[in-house]
């Protein structure tokens, strides 16, 4: 009898404990609770085809704890903007000079002997020694001076914050100015969500980025549109998001190379539009958000400045 | 009375106001403790949060006491919006098979061609952070979380905060309860278009 009262006793414990593990872990508590239901699953666009990625990295040079704010390539030398500074550097990584700036630049186009430096609202022309020619005119409070890029005796300045190209002589002569409308009945022009707005010269022919519509646009000195090519997607073909490509160079082969920003990925296009291959895949990396600035040697080998993590990443083909 | 010329009286004064002395000074203290403990709150760190939707799930509110709000300022106004529409959207318009939000919280403005203001409505959020993915996956990352102090109860261990797994919550001073984004941008953000008469 009293073994019986054991039992049940026993049984009744084993009972209750099953209950109590039981409701715990059918129970909503907070840390119990699953998965949000609505989560934005985004992984299938980092995922890419092994074979479109043409290029491969073999090279990295790091700069520091100093952020660095623009890259230019020419001449065997890369260029790279810091807090205030200049720093030239050769493509293997040694440090050649570093040369103190009057304010802080946040993109540099060098040309010949010239280095032409934007400074939020203004340009600064230098000798690629290091020494000061002349700071040009203010282009006002609003300006934000994101991209330079020159031919022959042409100076072409990409302005953000006012959403427009300016054309200059190599002495600070405004020459003139144009917003990108594709027709005198366009309602707008250059689309330019954020501070990004890349230009660059090819073969005597400017090429400007028109983020905002996710366009590469050619036009005449004067701001006639001659040509486009655009490609909205998120996919790896297109260019994804509110303002890419970001940042945009041409190798001396005519290729495109684009850096675009939140899904960071470099590409490869052909003057078409069509995409030739990858140079830089995305990562789901969440701290790395900032599109690359990208500068080409002679041989056609990317450098891709990486703001997230102080270095030049450099890629060549396969 | 003693040799000294005190008394047992005035020893037991004595006591009596030194303990009343160390009672209030203790309750004092106690207060003044409870008093800066109190002037924290918790708050989400938007540069550290990784939106993985766990402040819609975890949160002791039936509707979480985060919100999604949007930092005009940084902003880019577009019109292919990543935190607004679904990554494969079929079209830029305002249908519902076009916008990510699951309650259709946000409400897309028509400013000028082609610029669009994109508005919160609290009421209807959920804070589970689509949006604020998307934004930050493809756009300025406008759209963030901040943990609403108007419903947030305030609780001694944030049941969001155990389980964030960016650490990305914490308590701030009372004095500054919000961490907002754009103040701390370090790129220079365009001027938004002016709004015009056509919204």
């Known amino acids: 009898m009293k073994n019986k009262g054991i039992g049940i006793f026993v049984v009744v414990i084993v009972v209750l404990i099953v209950v109590v593990v039981v409701i715990d872990a059918l129970s909503n508590r907070t840390g119990k609770r699953g998965d949000n239901p609505y989560k934005l699953e985004i992984d299938q666009y980092y995922k890419v085809d092994p074979a479109m990625i043409l290029y491969k990295e073999i090279r990295q040079i790091k700069l520091g704890d100093v952020k660095p704010l623009g890259l230019d390539y020419s001449n065997d030398r890369l260029y790279v903007l810091l807090n205030k500074s200049l720093k030239i550097v050769s493509p293997r990584g040694e440090e050649l000079s570093n040369i103190n700036l009057p304010d ?34 203010t282009l006002g409070e609003k300006a934000v001076i994101t991209s330079i890029a020159s031919k022959g005796d042409q100076v072409f300045v990409a302005d953000a914050g006012n959403r427009s190209v300016l054309r200059y002589d190599t002495h600070g002569q405004l020459l003139g100015e144009f917003g990108g409308k594709r027709n005198i009945d366009d309602l707008h022009g250059f689309v330019i969500p954020s501070a990004y707005f890349d230009l660059d010269v090819y073969d005597d022919e400017l090429w400007v980025v ?109 | ?40 709150v918790w708050q989400i760190d938007p540069f550290k949060c990784t939106q993985c939707g766990r402040c819609a799930t975890e949160c002791v509110m039936a509707e979480s006491a985060v919100k999604c709000i949007h930092a005009y300022d940084i902003c880019g106004y577009c019109d292919l919006c990543g935190g607004y529409l679904k990554p494969d959207a079929n079209d830029r318009a305002t249908g519902g098979e076009n916008q990510l939000c699951p309650t259709a919280a946000i409400s897309r403005n028509f400013i000028e061609e082609p610029y669009f203001e994109y508005v919160i409505d609290e009421a209807l959020c959920i804070g589970c952070a689509k949006c604020v993915k ?21 609780c001694n261990e944030c049941a969001i905060a155990r389980v964030c797994p960016s650490e990305a919550i914490s308590r701030i001073s009372i004095k500054k309860p919000y961490l907002i984004k754009g103040k701390f941008e370090v790129i220079p953000s365009v001027e938004p278009p002016k709004s015009s008469s056509k919204k």
């Open chain 1, 210 to 318: 028109n983020p905002g519509m996710h366009a590469l646009e050619n036009y005449t000195d004067e701001g006639v549109l001659r040509g486009f090519w655009e490609k909205t997607s998120m996919k790896i073909e297109g260019f994804s998001g509110c303002c890419n490509p970001a940042q945009m160079t041409i190798a001396p082969d005519g290729t495109f190379i684009t850096s675009e920003k939140g899904l960071v990925r470099i590409k490869a296009y052909k003057a078409s539009g069509e995409l030739i291959g990858i140079v830089s895949p995305p990562t789901n990396d969440s701290e790395e958000t900032h599109a690359p600035e990208v500068a080409v040697d002679e041989s056609g080998g990317v450098f891709a400045l990486d703001f997230d993590r102080n270095m030049i990443r450099y890629f060549v083909k396969k």
């Open chain 2, 1 to 40: 009375m003693g040799k000294d010329g005190h008394s047992r009286r005035d020893f037991i004064q004595t006591s009596v106001r030194a303990s009343l002395f160390i009672a209030i000074g203790g309750l004092g203290a106690l207060g003044a403790s409870r008093a800066t403990a109190s002037h924290t």
């Open chain 1, 104 to 137: 802080t630049a946040r993109c540099i186009h060098v040309s010949g002997d010239l280095m032409y430096l934007g400074f939020t609202n203004y340009v600064g022309q230098f000798h690629i020694d290091g020494r000061q020619i002349k700071l040009w005119e």
């Open chain 2, 134 to 154: 998307g934004c930050t996956a493809f756009g300025n990352g406008s759209f963030h979380l901040q943990i609403r102090h108007d419903r947030c109860l305030d």
